[in-house]
C-alpha cells in the first residue's frame, strides 16, 4: 500500500453565465487578426441581402393586393337622386330616378358594409336625396291636382272629351276654363294671337 493521498474532489462545476459566453477577460488567445474594417469576401460589397433560398422574408408569403372597391353603385345611386331632385317638377322624373336611387343607394350601403365598396357615406346620402325626390314629387303632384280642380280643370277635361274632335267645341271649351281660372283667382290671361 502506498501512502498515497487521497484523491481531491474536483471542484464543482460552475453555472454558465447567462448567454453562455465566459465572463469578459477570461477568453483564451486568439490566433485571429485585430477587429477592423476588413475587405469584403468574394468580392461583394458589405450590404443587407435578401435571404437564401428564394422565400420571402420571415417565413411569410407575400398576400395578394386586395380588389379595388366596387363603388360604382354608389356613384350612380347619388347622380340618380340629383337627377330625381332636378327634374321632381316632371312628377314622373322625380318618383323614378329618385326610387331608382334608394334602391341602388342600398346595394351600394350594403356592399360598404361588407367590405368591397368604400363610399358607404354617398350611398347614405343618395338614398336620403332619392327619398326627398320622390317626397318633392308627390306633394308636387298633389298641389297640382288640388289647383287643377279648384279652377274648373274637371270640367274642363268633361267639356274636351265631349267635344272630340270638333275644333270650335274644343275651343270653346277652353275659352270658358279660362274665364273660370280668371273669375277664382282674379287674374287676367293674355289671349294668344291666332
Not at 477568453?27 to 477587429?35: A, D, G, K, M, R
Request: glycine share 14%.
Amino acid at each position: 500500500m502506498s501512502d498515497q493521498p487521497p484523491p481531491e474532489n474536483p471542484p464543482p462545476p460552475q453555472d454558465p453565465p447567462p448567454g453562455g459566453y465566459p465572463p469578459p477577460g477570461n477568453y483564451p488567445p486568439s490566433n485571429y487578426p485585430p477587429q477592423g474594417n476588413y475587405p469584403p469576401q468574394g468580392g461583394y460589397p458589405p450590404g443587407n441581402y435578401p435571404p437564401q433560398g428564394g422565400y420571402p422574408p420571415q417565413g411569410g408569403y407575400p398576400q395578394p393586393s386586395p380588389p379595388p372597391p366596387q363603388n360604382t353603385a354608389g356613384i350612380v345611386a347619388v347622380v340618380l337622386a340629383i337627377l330625381g331632385i332636378v327634374l321632381c317638377w316632371t312628377i314622373l322624373g322625380g318618383i323614378i330616378f329618385g326610387l331608382l336611387a334608394v334602391v341602388i343607394g342600398f346595394i351600394g350601403r350594403s356592399k360598404s358594409r361588407k367590405g368591397t365598396a368604400t363610399n358607404g357615406a354617398i350611398s347614405l346620402v343618395s338614398i336620403i336625396l332619392g327619398l326627398v325626390a320622390v317626397a318633392l314629387s308627390i306633394v308636387l303632384l298633389v298641389v297640382g291636382i288640388g289647383l287643377f280642380n279648384r279652377s274648373g280643370g274637371k270640367d274642363f277635361a268633361d267639356c274636351i272629351s265631349h267635344a272630340g274632335n270638333n275644333q270650335r267645341e274644343q275651343q270653346r271649351c277652353a275659352d270658358k276654363w279660362q274665364q273660370n281660372i280668371e273669375d277664382r283667382f282674379d287674374v287676367t290671361i293674355p289671349n294668344e294671337p291666332n
